[in-house]
């Protein structure tokens, strides 16, 4: 044990495991780092690998809702180095701890300490990729705090520009069916093209939409971009399938 904080918002346990240190609550890990690895096995991964698919180079501006203490942000720049990364996240004292654990201010993003659906209503900025990661902890497990519907995916598209992608994690274990059932919904009816790109080692899935999608090979050939040669075989490890009506 490292540190035990109490935010505004969580009861945070900083841990650290063989070099592996993890922000933990209620018993589960809300930020992951690790001095050398990048790939997690967890929905990290797939929400990282979705700014992949969008179609408009190497240098999309991406918008992250939750932050945490930048676990996803530092996949993403590995991944795009050129990327213009803006995010924001409610919890202030999730970004102190990961400016104090896990090395956040070199990540170069944009952060804004704000409540997500305040700045979806009000900002007048356009992004090539928008990222849905907005959890609240329950007494169990992480809630969604808002219904994952039409309007919730409206707002996402509101903010992307023409042929913009939005991505949303969305956990597939018990107690959650009836959110990832809208959620595919609403998705299908608001992109020509939707993606399901699922970690290895967590109940989530990440769903990608766009008028466009780039094919899930892209996905396997950005293993290279990994230095480190276990994350290359672990991110090979993402499974990806098209979604359809009905499904």
Do not use: C
């Not at 780039?214 to 040669?229: G, M, N, Q, T």
């Amino acid at each position: 044990m490292l540190e035990r904080v109490r935010t505004r918002f969580n009861d945070v346990e900083v841990r650290e495991t063989r070099g592996l240190v993890s922000f933990e609550i209620a018993g589960a890990a809300h930020a992951e780092w690790h001095p050398h690895r990048r790939v997690t096995r967890q929905a990290w991964d797939a929400l990282a690998a979705a700014a992949l698919l969008h179609p408009g180079g190497d240098s999309p501006a991406i918008l992250m809702l939750g932050l945490g203490g930048g676990t996803g942000a530092r996949i993403l720049r590995t991944l795009l180095p050129k990327a213009a990364i803006t995010a924001v996240e409610i919890d202030g004292g999730m970004i102190a701890l990961g400016r104090r654990h896990m090395r956040l201010d070199e990540l170069e993003v944009e952060i804004h300490e704000a409540d997500a659906f305040q700045f979806l209503r009000e900002t007048k900025r356009k992004f090539d990729v928008v990222i849905d990661d907005i959890y609240l902890s329950g007494v169990d497990d992480a809630v969604r705090p808002s219904a994952m519907d039409d309007r919730m995916i409206s707002s996402l598209r509101r903010v992307l520009r023409p042929g913009g992608l939005a991505a949303i994690n969305l956990i597939t274990g018990p107690g959650h069916r009836r959110v990832q059932s809208a959620a595919r919904a609403a998705m299908l009816r608001a992109f020509p093209q939707v993606l399901s790109i699922r970690p290895t080692d967590s109940l989530n899935e990440t769903l990608a939409g766009a008028r466009h999608l780039l094919p899930p090979s892209v996905l396997r050939s950005a293993a290279d971009r990994f230095p480190h040669l276990r994350d290359q075989a672990d991110w090979r490890t993402l499974s990806v399938r098209r979604l359809t009506r009905g499904v």
